[in-house]
């Protein structure tokens, strides 16, 4: 089958946010509309550029084909290139009930791991099955303002790293690999399908 993707690839975000959300996607991919960025997205990307600079196995580029004519690609946070060794790392703050953004359980659902350990089959032939988030917990910044002689101390909506990560590690193994390619290609076959509608209706 000849797959006709607007990126003419198909990353884990663009195959995430498909499964979420088919109308977000396509306003996304096919009509290029910008995505909203909050003040959590911005401030992780400004971290994961910082980690980035002068770090030995730092984010690296893999694009490999899944089958013929469906390309594949991601950015890996950590990749060591002679152990095969993942690590994904994630920032966000504990929430209102003071509980963190990710614990083993989500790790365990987070397919994103899954999809790295399939790119880095595809392109070396093996993995490694150990694979790591870290999470970076990071929090609003206090601001202390004064007002009519007493001190007062608020939170702004600016972000901070509080310094304070924890690593989990997961044991991904060859049967959810063959099942998230599985579901990689309806995925794509389903875009595919969708886009190619799209296209013509936009043509007249």
């Avoid at 993707?5 to 109308?23: E, M, Q, T, V």
Wanted: overall charge positive; proline content about 2%; some cysteine.
């Amino acid at each position: 089958m000849k797959y006709n993707l607007p990126r003419k690839y198909l990353s884990y975000s663009a195959f995430n946010l498909w499964l979420k959300n088919k109308d977000q996607f396509r306003r996304r991919y096919y009509e290029n509309e910008k995505p909203f960025e909050t003040v959590e997205t911005i401030f992780g990307k400004t971290v994961h550029e910082k980690l980035d600079k002068g770090a030995d196995n730092r984010e690296k580029r893999l694009e490999a084909y899944l089958i013929p004519g469906l390309k594949l690609l991601g950015y890996i946070d950590e990749f060591n290139e002679k152990t095969l060794a993942i690590v994904d790392d994630k920032t966000g703050h504990l929430n209102i009930q003071g509980k963190p953004p990710w614990n083993q359980v989500k790790v365990q659902k987070h397919k994103q791991l899954d999809f790295y350990c399939l790119l880095t089959l595809l392109k070396y032939g093996k993995y490694n099955r150990d694979v790591k988030l870290r999470w970076l917990e990071t929090r609003f910044k206090e601001e202390t303002k004064e007002f009519n002689g007493h001190v007062l101390k608020t939170k702004s909506r600016n972000l901070e790293l509080t310094g304070y990560e924890k690593t989990f590690t997961r044991k991904i193994y060859k049967w959810e690999i063959e099942n998230l390619k599985k579901e990689i290609i309806k995925v794509a076959e389903d875009i595919s399908k969708d886009y190619t509608l799209w296209q013509k209706t936009n043509q007249k």
